[in-house]
């Protein structure tokens, strides 16, 4: 007989990331079907409950009713963000000859105080094309910025890469 110590998964918690999953789920399947919705469900809360006590990251997450918008927000900005980054990036690859670029590692500083707010910041900086967070220590993110501007200070690179991502990301995480 083994002493499993650990707390059960909040009901909160398992019905959040199962419904994540699930609308996860939906955009894959592009499908109203009953069938699929249905298939949805059940997968979605297997995989949740699969997860069990690896959920506790999602205590940081604010609910309340506001959250839906908060993150379609957060999609909007992510995809307007994303967009104008791979544009940049694209003329730099096709304009002909060289391109002048000046890469650079540069701290940005974040007031997210959860982990989750911090990796999911982390993550929103490495998939616009451009930059890259190499390492996360405390409050501070080190991003390779693909042509960070001369003589630029900790608070105008936080502005220029973090900000717009984290003024909405602090409506969703602590």
């Known amino acids: 007989m083994t002493n499993d110590t650990r707390s059960p998964v909040p009901l909160q918690r398992t019905v959040l990331a ?8 939906l955009a894959l399947v592009g499908s109203a079907d009953p069938v699929e919705l249905a298939t949805g469900v ?3 809360f297997a995989a949740t409950l699969m997860a069990g006590a690896n959920l ?15 993150l379609l927000h957060y999609f909007v900005r ?3 963000a994303l967009l104008v980054a791979n544009l940049d990036v694209a003329r730099r690859v096709a304009t002909p000859g060289p391109v002048r670029i ?3 590692v540069v701290d940005i500083h974040t007031d997210l105080k959860s982990d989750l707010g911090r990796l999911w910041l982390a993550n929103s900086i490495t998939l616009t094309p451009g930059t890259l967070t190499v390492d ?3 409050e501070m993110l080190h991003v390779h910025w693909i042509d960070a501007p001369p003589g ?10 973090a900000a717009e ?10």
């Open 136 to 138: 996360v220590e405390g």
């Open 165 to 174: 991502f984290e003024a909405v990301l602090r409506e969703i995480v602590q």
């Open 102 to 104: 000046n890469p650079a």
């Open 152 to 161: 630029l200070d900790l608070k105008s690179a936080t502005r220029a890469i």
């Open 42 to 44: 059940l997968v979605a």
């Open 56 to 70: 506790s990251q999602l205590d940081a997450v604010r609910l309340r009713p506001a959250l839906p918008m908060h």
């Open 18 to 25: 199962a419904a994540g999953l699930w609308v996860v789920w």
């Open 78 to 80: 992510f995809g307007r």
